[in-house]
């Protein structure tokens, strides 16, 4: 069944906190869709009709954050929208990847621990493992399950309601991390009435960029001094987040350009100069500013001072 009755307005971006949903609640409000498709990773059919059924119905107990987020604004602008998660894979395969991402989870929390005991080979090893098993993970999500269901949209979305065959054509919003902004050039080829996404400039984690180069057949690291500022991006990226409340995006371009400064001395001396201070009994805070201070490199102090950052690198920031 053609997708040619499908207009579909997509959105990649971020997708963590509350504040990750004002892109898509912006799209919902100008489109009025009459489907809304987010992302559900490693969902079964099963899970994936449970939530979408609590979704239609507005209960949200169970669901936080980002999620719950992004279902109330859809809720406020077009009320009578429908929800499908497009991505459904039998249990064995979901229980598959699930594991292997609690892995490569475990080798970044490895890397940073290593970092900060002054241990910066073994830090940049573990590392690469995290980084590897990562990106192979996700891309067997977007090319084995995702680019399928993209493909045959229109037809999945009729088995899942069918009440909505009588439509001349269907309005989608289709909303995915930025990690899968690929699947944009899949959607282009697969004959939409319409197909669009949005302007803002997309803004990607380590993990994203790490999906979209294993995808495209590229070294996961650009060379071997991006591995270092890699690992740099990942500890300021959640310090940034969790430390000042900087919104995901922002955070993840203030990550990528603060890092570009670190070469691989630099990178050991972090590591030695973190360790020392966390050997004289500073926390890891403060051991975090200090060994930066120390090698001119200081951390911003405020969600402001990285907007600040970033105006300076001419960096359009997004919602605040």
């Given at each position: 069944?053609?997708?040619?009755?499908?207009?579909?307005?997509?959105?990649?971006?971020?997708?963590?906190?509350?504040?990750?949903?004002?892109?898509?609640?912006?799209?919902?409000?100008?489109?009025?869709?009459?489907?809304?498709?987010?992302?559900?990773?490693?969902?079964?059919?099963?899970?994936?009709?449970?939530?979408?059924?609590?979704?239609?119905?507005?209960?949200?107990?169970?669901?936080?954050?980002?999620?719950?987020?992004?279902?109330?604004?859809?809720?406020?602008?077009?009320?009578?929208?429908?929800?499908?998660?497009?991505?459904?894979?039998?249990?064995?395969?979901?229980?598959?990847?699930?594991?292997?991402?609690?892995?490569?989870?475990?080798?970044?929390?490895?890397?940073?621990?290593?970092?900060?005991?002054?241990?910066?080979?073994?830090?940049?090893?573990?590392?690469?493992?995290?980084?590897?098993?990562?990106?192979?993970?996700?891309?067997?999500?977007?090319?084995?399950?995702?680019?399928?269901?993209?493909?045959?949209?229109?037809?999945?979305?009729?088995?899942?309601?069918?009440?909505?065959?009588?439509?001349?054509?269907?309005?989608?919003?289709?909303?995915?991390?930025?990690?899968?902004?690929?699947?944009?050039?899949?959607?282009?080829?697969?004959?939409?009435?319409?197909?669009?996404?949005?302007?803002?400039?997309?803004?990607?984690?380590?993990?994203?960029?790490?999906?979209?180069?294993?995808?495209?057949?590229?070294?996961?690291?650009?060379?071997?001094?991006?591995?270092?500022?890699?690992?740099?991006?990942?500890?300021?990226?959640?310090?940034?987040?969790?430390?000042?409340?900087?919104?995901?995006?922002?955070?993840a371009a203030f990550a990528r350009n603060f890092s570009k400064q670190v070469t691989l001395d630099k990178f050991s001396d972090l590591s030695s100069a973190i360790h020392r201070h966390l050997r004289s009994g500073s926390d890891e805070l403060e051991a975090l500013h200090s060994a930066f201070q120390e090698n001119n490199l200081p951390l911003p102090r405020s969600r402001e001072e990285v907007h600040t950052f970033l105006r300076k690198k001419c960096v359009r920031i997004l919602a605040k």
């Amino acid at each position: 069944m053609p997708n040619s009755k499908l207009k579909l307005y997509c959105h990649f971006g971020e997708h963590d906190v509350v504040e990750d949903a004002k892109p898509l609640e912006a799209l919902v409000a100008r489109v009025k869709p009459d489907v809304v498709c987010i992302e559900g990773a490693f969902s079964t059919d099963a899970f994936a009709t449970e939530v979408e059924e609590d979704f239609n119905a507005g209960k949200l107990r169970k669901y936080a954050g980002y999620v719950s987020a992004q279902v109330e604004a859809v809720k406020r602008h077009s009320p009578k929208a429908k929800f499908y998660l497009p991505e459904r894979m039998p249990e064995v395969m979901a229980k598959g990847l699930r594991n292997a991402q609690a892995i490569s989870e475990q080798w970044r929390t490895r890397s940073i621990d290593l970092f900060f005991t002054n241990r910066p080979l073994d830090a940049l090893e573990a590392y690469s493992n995290f980084a590897t098993l990562w990106a192979k993970t996700h891309a067997e999500r977007e090319v084995t399950v995702l680019r399928p269901a993209i493909s045959n949209l229109y037809a999945r979305i009729l088995a899942r309601y069918p009440e909505l065959a009588g439509k001349p054509r269907l309005k989608v919003a289709f909303a995915y991390g930025a990690g899968h902004s690929g699947l944009y050039a899949t959607a282009r080829k697969s004959g939409f009435m319409q197909l669009s996404k949005t302007n803002n400039p997309v803004y990607f984690q380590p993990e994203g960029i790490f999906i979209r180069r294993f995808i495209a057949r590229k070294p996961i690291f650009a060379n071997d001094a991006e591995v270092p500022q890699m690992v740099v991006a990942t500890l300021v990226n959640g310090y940034a987040r969790g430390g000042l409340g900087v919104e995901a995006s922002n955070a993840a371009a203030f990550a990528r350009n603060f890092s570009k400064q670190v070469t691989l001395d630099k990178f050991s001396d972090l590591s030695s100069a973190i360790h020392r201070h966390l050997r004289s009994g500073s926390d890891e805070l403060e051991a975090l500013h200090s060994a930066f201070q120390e090698n001119n490199l200081p951390l911003p102090r405020s969600r402001e001072e990285v907007h600040t950052f970033l105006r300076k690198k001419c960096v359009r920031i997004l919602a605040k």
